[in-house]
Each structure stands twice: as structure tokens, then as C-alpha cells.
């Protein structure tokens, strides 16, 4: 499993240098950094105000001893998209910005749903590195 995370991480790089170099080509280099820098401005304020909704929802489960599954899923895939708009490159920027509209972000949760059922079901509980 460190491998592909190894090698995903590797060629997401490549991807994203690729991607801004040809970018810089037909865009204004201004323009280009820019946009870097509003997107990691979204993905703080993002994760700023979703982290605070997703412990005072988290607290209320507790409160009221309600298993919170779903409001877990939900503030793993936000954080994940917060993450993704804090880093520099246009690809994680887009897939970011998927990843917190509403209309999308239902898909994504449906993705980490499944790739949880999947872990768990098969006895392994480490996602990425084994220690």
C-alpha cells in the first residue's frame, strides 16, 4: 500500500508540473499565482468554519449518544478537500473545489463510504501505512 501512495504522489506531482507549465504558457503568470493563492485562502476559511461546524456536531452526538457516521465521512471529505485547495497546483484546486459543492460532494462521500465498508469488512484496519 506505501508504494501506490508512493507512486500516486509522484505522478500527481508530475501532473500538477505539467499542467502549470503549460498553464504559464497561455495565462499571465500573475493570473496563475493568484489563483494559487485565493484557492489556499478558500481551503483555510473552508477548513476553519467546517472544522468548527464538525465539532460542535460531533459534540451534540455525544450529547444525545447518537452514532455520528455520516457527519464523520462528511468532515473527513471536507477536511480532504481543504487540504487539497491549501496545496499549490491547478488539479488539486479543481478537484478541491469538487469536493466542497454540494452537488458533488455527495459522490465523493459515497467513495469514502464504500472504500471504508471495503477496509473494514476485510479485517484490515491501517489505510495507508502499516507499522
Known amino acids: 500500500m506505501s508504494l501506490i501512495v508512493t507512486a500516486t504522489f509522484a505522478i500527481g506531482t508530475a501532473v500538477e508540473m505539467g499542467v502549470l507549465i503549460f498553464l504559464s504558457k497561455s495565462v499571465d503568470t500573475i493570473t496563475l499565482i493568484n489563483e494559487i493563492m485565493l484557492t489556499f485562502l478558500v481551503g483555510i476559511v473552508v477548513g476553519r ?12 452526538h455525544l450529547k444525545s449518544k447518537t452514532m455520528p457516521a455520516k457527519d464523520i465521512l462528511n468532515g473527513a471529505v471536507m477536511t480532504i ?7 499549490p497546483g491547478i ?41
Not at 461546524?53 to 451534540?60: D, G, I, L, P, V
Not at 478537500?81 to 496545496?87: D, E, G, N, V
Open 49 to 60: 468554519s467546517y472544522g468548527k461546524e464538525f465539532f460542535e456536531k460531533m459534540q451534540w
Open 81 to 87: 478537500a481543504s487540504m487539497m485547495l491549501i496545496t
Open 91 to 131: 488539479v488539486t484546486d479543481i478537484a478541491g473545489l469538487l469536493i466542497i459543492t454540494p452537488l458533488t460532494r455527495g459522490i465523493f462521500i459515497d467513495m469514502a463510504a464504500n472504500f471504508t465498508r471495503k477496509r473494514t469488512s476485510s479485517g484490515e484496519l491501517f489505510y495507508f501505512f502499516k507499522g
